[in-house]
């Protein structure tokens, strides 16, 4: 897909999202319109089943929209195929999961390589780009282990030096603090902090942590699959 610098990273316009249980209609979204701008570090966050996941989904292209529209670098993603959404999500999308999704026979290295080992990217380029990456996150030296030789937090640096290998679009981060500690959660989050302000990486978070919501310059709350409020940091603005 060709990037189009003007357009956001991604958009949703009045948005419903409906699951068929037996034989009632539940509704995950009720019409939401969100605008995700390049070099945002949002946080979503609302109760349990508000519909934070579900938006995540959506703008990743991993799941469809009842109704409504979505958009990635202007692209609407309605007309698009399965391989081409899969091949959107490889290319434009990085995604930070709570329970790190590695591959456990690969070494930190691998794992992080491995989206631009699938886009066909050199093995010189891949390595420069990856050792780099992994010093950026602290992991210098720490290339050869495997999942379970690698902590809680360790291995969640590992996902985000994939989730941002290839340069995406957009990083989609679900609850990416809640399997670590207090202090492993603040050092990750300076991380994304510094990739987002140093790199322009831009983030979107659902959480449910305080920290994260603290660390957003734009917290967008969620309440019945609906945009109950949307703050920006004016501090931070401009």
Same mark, same amino acid.
């Given at each position: 897909?060709?990037?189009?610098?003007?357009?956001?990273?991604?958009?949703?316009?009045?948005?419903?999202?409906?699951?068929?249980?037996?034989?009632?209609?539940?509704?995950?979204?009720?019409?939401?319109?969100?605008?995700?701008?390049?070099?945002?570090?949002?946080?979503?966050?609302?109760?349990?089943?508000?519909?934070?996941?579900?938006?995540?989904?959506?703008?990743?292209?991993?799941?469809?929209?009842?109704?409504?529209?979505?958009?990635?670098?202007?692209?609407?993603?309605?007309?698009?195929?399965?391989?081409?959404?899969?091949?959107?999500?490889?290319?434009?999308?990085?995604?930070?999961?709570?329970?790190?999704?590695?591959?456990?026979?690969?070494? @930190?290295?691998?794992?992080?390589? /491995? %989206?631009?080992?699938?886009?066909?990217? !050199?093995?010189?380029? =891949?390595? &420069?780009?990856?050792?780099?990456?992994?010093?950026?996150?602290?992991?210098?030296?720490?290339?050869?282990?495997?999942?379970?030789?690698?902590?809680?937090?360790?291995?969640?640096?590992?996902?985000?030096?994939?989730?941002?290998?290839?340069?995406?679009?957009?990083?989609?981060?679900?609850?990416?603090?809640?399997?670590?500690?207090?202090?492993?959660?603040?050092?990750?989050?300076?991380?994304?902090?510094?990739?987002?302000?140093?790199?322009?990486?831009?983030?979107?978070?659902?959480?449910?942590?305080?920290?994260?919501?603290?660390? @957003?310059?734009?917290?967008?709350? /969620? %309440?019945?699959?609906?945009?109950?409020? !949307?703050?920006?940091? =004016?501090? &931070?603005?401009?």
């Amino acid at each position: 897909m060709t990037q189009t610098n003007g357009d956001p990273a991604a958009r949703l316009v009045d948005v419903t999202k409906r699951y068929r249980q037996g034989a009632l209609d539940v509704f995950a979204l009720r019409g939401l319109s969100l605008t995700i701008e390049k070099g945002e570090f949002t946080a979503l966050c609302g109760p349990s089943g508000s519909g934070k996941t579900t938006t995540l989904n959506l703008i990743g292209a991993l799941d469809r929209p009842t109704s409504g529209t979505v958009y990635l670098e202007g692209k609407d993603l309605a007309p698009l195929s399965r391989r081409q959404l899969s091949e959107l999500r490889r290319d434009r999308i990085g995604f930070v999961f709570q329970a790190y999704n590695l591959m456990p026979v690969l070494t @930190a290295y691998e794992n992080a390589e /491995i %989206v631009l080992a699938l886009q066909g990217v !050199d093995a010189a380029t =891949r390595r &420069e780009r990856v050792l780099g990456l992994l010093a950026d996150v602290g992991l210098e030296g720490l290339e050869d282990r495997r999942p379970d030789q690698l902590s809680g937090g360790q291995q969640q640096r590992v996902a985000i030096a994939r989730a941002i290998a290839s340069d995406p679009a957009l990083v989609l981060a679900d609850e990416p603090t809640a399997n670590v500690d207090s202090e492993t959660a603040d050092h990750l989050l300076d991380i994304m902090e510094d990739l987002n302000r140093q790199r322009g990486v831009t983030f979107l978070f659902s959480t449910h942590d305080p920290r994260v919501m603290e660390r @957003a310059r734009r917290v967008v709350r /969620i %309440v019945d699959g609906r945009v109950d409020s !949307d703050e920006t940091d =004016r501090s &931070e603005a401009g």
